[in-house]
T-cell receptor
Framework: GAVVSQHPSWVICKSGTSVKIECRSL??????MFWYRQFPKQSLMLMAT?????????EQGVEKDKFLINHASLTLSTLTVTSAHPEDSSFYIC?????????FGQGTRLTVV | QKEVEQDPGPLSVPEGAIVSLNCTYS??????FMWYRQYSRKGPELLMY????GNKEDGRFTAQVDKSSKYISLFIRDSQPSDSATYLC???????????FGAGTTVTVRA
């Protein structure tokens, strides 16, 4: 299957700082990527859809000014958590589709202290 | 009512047993069905992908889809401790861009 690489796999940051998470499709081009958030023992919650060359589409309740998404190329999407707070601590996962199949990155565990 | 219902378990079985997982859904527009395995603190890994009713086998895994009943299943034969993980069902229809996930079932295979 297709490979989606996410980096970093874990990060600890201080409250008030910003963190950038990268998501790359390694062996295919992805015009659309998806960003999810997952709380412990819960399923994935879609945060936003990242579209190459255009603005991201955010799900209801997700602050677009806090979670900045940039999809600068067909193989790279980034999620920046701005002015992070402890409540932003979570597991963030990106995904890309090849037709109907969705492939996921390894996930990034963010801890804000 | 959620679009996709999945019993979160947990499910504990002895090594070698058959693991049976299932999901029901309400949106008859769903066309593609997937099963993912997720280990703790890792991203989901695609296990099986089907689009038609019937069975699909891949090694020890069998995915079953019954569109008339809006019911999908995943069977794991000869389960191993390494199969201990959370299993998520997901489904999509081509005209939509979103995956709809089940809650995930946590499975433990005891040695």
């Amino acid at each position: 299957g297709a490979v989606v690489s996410q980096h970093p796999s874990w990060v600890i940051c201080k409250s008030g700082t910003s963190v950038k998470i990268e998501c790359r499709s390694l062996d295919f081009q992805a015009t659309t990527m998806f960003w999810y958030r997952q709380f412990p023992k819960q399923s994935l919650m879609l945060m936003a859809t990242s579209n190459e060359g255009s603005k991201a589409t955010y799900e209801q309740g997700v602050e677009k000014d806090k979670f900045l998404i940039n999809h600068a190329s067909l193989t790279l999407s980034t999620l920046t958590v701005t002015s992070a707070h402890p409540e932003d601590s979570s597991f963030y996962i990106c995904s890309a589709r090849v037709f109907a199949e969705a492939f996921f990155g390894q996930g990034t565990r963010l801890t804000v202290v | 009512q959620k679009e996709v219902e999945q019993d979160p378990g947990p499910l504990s079985v002895p090594e070698g047993a058959i693991v049976s997982l299932n999901c029901t859904y309400s949106n008859s527009a769903f066309q593609y069905f997937m099963w993912y395995r997720q280990y703790s603190r890792k991203g989901p890994e695609l296990l099986m992908y089907t689009y038609s009713s019937g069975n699909k086998e891949d090694g020890r895994f069998t995915a079953q889809v019954d569109k008339s009943s809006k019911y999908i299943s995943l069977f794991i034969r000869d389960s191993q401790p390494s199969d201990s993980a959370t299993y998520l069902c997901a489904m999509i229809w081509v005209n939509d861009y979103k995956l709809s996930f089940g809650a995930g079932t946590t499975v433990t295979v005891r040695a």
